[in-house]
């Protein structure tokens, strides 16, 4: 039984130095930026909000699809430009990567982000051709697996180019939040809860999933993770999970910046942890 709520959704304070990572984030990822800069279109527009905009990454020859990732924070918190150095990765692999920007609580409430989300996929996929898969990393993972929920508003078409998702540290049961200090921001009531929450959701055909957490993470995070996978899998997804083995909320993601990881690979993959197109 969970007595303190709050504190079984915190990250930072149980994780050493962790007061460091956004600074260290941001500084890897302005070099990144220079270092791509020939080949790197930032703040491209894909609605009329303030935030909505999305930075791109082109690989060095044709791109073999899109990928996109998007950032956590609790819906709260940090944009695009925080993020750019973990397009490294699927970027040396020969991917297009989109990293956007969303509206953030409590400016917009979380059903609001999930649409913006689709938007912006389906900005960046009318740039790039061929497959499109999907990364994000603890509220990001949340949005990208409701991308695979049959409720959420995607182009037939577009769907269809959705080939894999990765949803790392996700959270994929937002009722636990109701409880939460946070909601104060993020007004999720008990309808929005459930809409908003992929365990509850059906998921499309033929969707394949990675559920992807670091094995130092908190308890709920282990759990969020493997729930997805479980009840997805009972509904005809493809699905894995992934416990990375030593890492916590704040470094599960840095492996998305090398091109030879696991996790790199998974996101870039039709398959699972080590599979191929």
């Not at 790197?40 to 609605?47: H, K, Q, S, T, V």
């Not at 073999?64 to 925080?82: E, M, N, Q, V």
């Not at 490294?88 to 990567?97: E, P």
């Amino acid at each position: 039984m969970i007595a303190d709520w709050n504190d079984a959704y915190a990250n930072g304070p149980h994780i050493a130095g962790a007061e460091t990572y956004p600074p260290m984030w941001q500084q890897w990822a302005a070099a990144f930026r220079d270092e791509l800069a020939d080949r790197a279109e930032l703040d491209i527009p894909y609605g009329e909000g303030a935030r909505n905009r999305y930075d791109l990454f082109r690989p060095a020859g044709p791109a073999t699809g899109l990928a996109l990732f998007i950032h956590g924070g609790y819906w709260r918190a940090f944009d695009k430009s925080t993020w750019s150095h973990l397009a490294r990765g699927a970027v040396d692999r020969g991917w297009a990567v989109a990293i956007p920007s969303y509206t953030l609580a409590p400016e917009a409430r979380i059903a609001e982000i999930t649409v913006e989300i689709s938007r912006a996929i389906a900005a960046a996929a009318e740039r790039v051709d061929g497959p499109v898969h999907l990364a994000g990393h603890s509220a990001g993972g949340h949005l990208v697996s409701r991308m695979l929920c049959r409720n959420v508003p995607l182009d037939a078409a577009l769907r269809a180019r959705i080939r894999k998702v990765v949803s790392i540290s996700g959270l994929h049961d937002l009722r636990p939040l109701l409880n939460l200090e946070m909601n104060a921001d993020l007004k999720l009531d008990e309808a929005e809860a459930a809409v908003e929450s992929p365990v509850l959701q059906y998921p499309v055909p033929d969707a394949r999933l990675t559920c992807w957490v670091g094995s130092g993470e908190r308890p709920e995070f282990l759990r969020q993770n493997d729930l997805l996978a479980t009840i997805w899998g009972g509904l005809g997804a493809e699905t894995d999970s992934v416990h990375a083995d030593g890492k916590h909320h704040f470094d599960v993601i840095e492996d998305l910046a090398d091109a030879t990881s696991d996790l790199t690979r998974s996101f870039t993959t039709r398959g699972f942890t080590k599979g191929e197109y």
